[in-house]
């Protein structure tokens, strides 16, 4: 079985549930199965598990359904990060437990076999008299990672794994890629027209997707720990980067992050300050200025000072020779970053500008993109992604990594994993070739 969505299913769970109701129409529909079957429960698993998008992180958003001669009897999805598991949330649920015996639990994630934060699920399970477990995809972590299925077979409960295990796959990836990779992973989201795009050459980009795709967008960004931009997209758009206009829940809004590596924020105009503050700084969501050692401490105005001493905002920097990518990354693994955000940061949603995702995908950093592609053509020359030209010197010396040029030879290749409709838009959602033949590779997938 390979990695690929069932129709009307993306990353950020059913597509349809993610918009508001009055746009629901608009997109893919998701034909759920009709009969009450494995396939059916698991799918009401995985719905159940879109109502903690966003706050569980770092740890999996896991939805449990338990049925007792094809009858629902609770469900479950992970609370807030420490909180308590999917399993035993359901379990709780029922106060007279002798229904439990003989009953199927359905869980989107194999059940966890350690101590951490919580007792292990799988004793919960053990003890609480279930017969059957389907599991739709095994836990990576390695003090789970099939441990977990072991000890239910050892019991004598019959585990059956792999149903729906894309769309678990899909919904749990940033968890199993952060796992596998050892760092916090990159997503690319951008819209862009039929020749290119992102922008026109006058750096318009507001109305390349429609409203439904905005939305998606929306509601994708709780899914990761922070939104990052470049400071060109700060000073050009002022945008507010917040979770809005999406479907509910609305569990959290993502903290910010600003690539700034020639100090621009620092030595904005008066007129930028104050829309800034207006908008962009209003909220006291945390904010991370990455920008160079040179200018934080050469940079003396009212405006950089109020910015410096802002308990909301960390300005962490790199010097010119750095490889600055490297440092980002280890600086994102960090303690002080996990002071700032308030817990570790899984996940970054990377919104643009084109210079900011040239350098990223240049530098093989993208771990999944989520691109929107409308029938609209500009034509043009600027705001284009993988165009070397259209970076400075400073800027391609800073991405240290080699472009195609413009051979096909030299192409990234990427895996199609979900295509979807949002009016008048296609989201193709897709990751490096490279990770869909590691998760093979790890027997995750075939
Ligand atoms: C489950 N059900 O709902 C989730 C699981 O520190 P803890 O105790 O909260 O454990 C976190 C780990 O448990 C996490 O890294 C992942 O391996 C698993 N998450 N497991 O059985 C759940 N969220
Ligand atoms: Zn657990």
């Known amino acids: ?84 598991h999917a399993e035993r949330v359901a379990i709780e649920s029922i106060s007279d437990k002798s229904l439990l015996q003989g009953a199927c639990a359905y869980v989107t994630l194999e059940p966890c076999s350690h101590f951490g934060k919580q007792p292990p699920c799988t004793q919960t399970l053990i003890e609480s008299g279930i017969a059957r477990c389907v599991v739709a995809l095994a836990d990576p972590n390695p003090l789970v990672n099939w441990d977990g299925i072991r000890l239910l077979k050892d ?11 894309s769309e678990a796959m899909a919904w749990n990836y940033n968890f199993i890629m952060s796992q596998l990779l050892n760092r916090p992973i990159f997503a690319g989201k951008w819209a862009q027209t039929l020749d290119g795009h992102l922008a026109d050459d006058e750096f318009t980009s507001k109305w390349i997707s429609g409203s439904s795709s905005r939305a998606y967008t929306h509601w ?45 924020l620092l030595n904005c105009s008066e007129h930028i300050q104050k829309q800034l503050s207006e908008k962009f700084l209003a909220s006291s969501t945390p904010l991370i200025i990455f920008t160079q050692e040179k200018f934080l401490v050469s940079t003396h105005n009212s405006w950089a000072e109020s910015l410096k001493e802002s308990e909301h905002i960390l300005f962490l920097t790199f010097k010119e020779e750095d490889y600055f ?54 034509g043009g020359v600027a705001n284009r992604i993988m165009n070397p030209l259209s970076l400075s010197l400073e800027e391609t010396a800073f991405t240290s990594s080699k472009y195609a040029g413009g051979k096909l030879s030299l192409a990234s290749q990427y895996k199609l994993v979900a295509q979807n409709r949002l009016g008048n838009d296609i989201c193709m959602e897709f990751i490096p070739q490279y990770l869909a033949e590691e998760l093979v590779r790890r027997n995750i997938f075939q």
């Not at 994708?220 to 999406?246: F, H, N």
């Not at 303690?335 to 210079?355: A, D």
């Open 155 to 165: 019991k004598g409960i019959e585990v059956c794994l792999g149903l729906c295990a």
């Open 325 to 378: 990518w490297e440092k980002i990354v280890d600086y994102l693994k960090s303690e002080v970053v996990k002071r700032h955000f308030g817990k570790p940061l899984q996940s970054i949603l990377v919104e643009g500008g084109s210079k900011l995702l040239t350098q990223l995908l240049a530098a093989n950093l993208l771990d999944i993109c989520h691109v929107f592609i409308a029938p609209i053509l500009i």
């Open 220 to 264: 994708l960004r709780q899914k990761y720990d922070a939104i990052l931009v470049g400071a060109g997209t700060v000073l050009r758009d002022i945008p507010e980067l917040s979770v809005r206009s999406c479907s509910q829940p609305i569990n959290r809004q993502p903290m910010k992050i600003v690539f700034d590596p020639k100090g621009r």
């Open 1 to 84: 079985m390979s990695f690929r969505l069932t129709e009307g299913f993306s990353f950020g769970g059913v597509l349809s549930k993610t918009v508001p109701p009055e746009l629901s129409n608009e997109v893919t529909p998701w034909i759920p199965e009709k009969e009450r079957n494995d396939r059916y429960w698991m799918e009401q698993a995985l719905l159940t598990s879109m109502n903690s998008v966003g706050i569980a992180n770092p740890n999996p958003a896991v939805g449990c359904v338990i049925v007792r001669n094809g009858v629902e009897i609770a469900r479950g999805s992970t609370l807030a990060f420490g909180g308590k």
